[in-house]
């Protein structure tokens, strides 16, 4: 069951395309919880998750997951892909080890 979603945006030829990002309910596996998301970008989607001992850990887990996708993906790097407005960020944390890469409000928020 999706639990949020959140649609990022990346300039193609001065045309917004939508790159729905989903979070789906944390769901235990018999051993541990284990937390789904889905990044459509425009050349495919990747699916991915993270567990963690409870549903609370696996969904952190998958956020900061979500956040370090985007930022060490091939839009971000263009400088095309924005939330909310350009160079502002997406919203989404990543590990403490990966901080360096954020911009904008996430590097002022996250950072």
């Not at 459509?40 to 996708?69: E, Y």
């Not at 985007?70 to 403490?96: D, N």
């Amino acid at each position: 069951m999706i639990i949020a979603e959140r649609v990022l945006n990346y300039i193609v030829a001065g045309s917004d395309v939508g790159v729905p990002v989903r979070l789906f309910a944390p769901e235990f596996d018999g051993v541990s919880w284990v937390c789904r998301y889905q990044i459509d970008w425009p050349h495919g989607r990747r699916s991915g998750f993270a567990a963690g001992l409870d549903s609370v850990q696996a969904l952190h887990l998958t956020m900061q997951k979500i956040g370090f996708d985007i930022y060490t993906s091939e839009y971000h790097a263009t400088g095309r892909l924005a939330w909310e407005k350009q160079g502002a960020g997406y919203g989404f944390p990543v590990p403490k080890n990966a901080r360096d890469v954020l911009v904008g409000d996430d590097r002022e928020f996250e950072g």
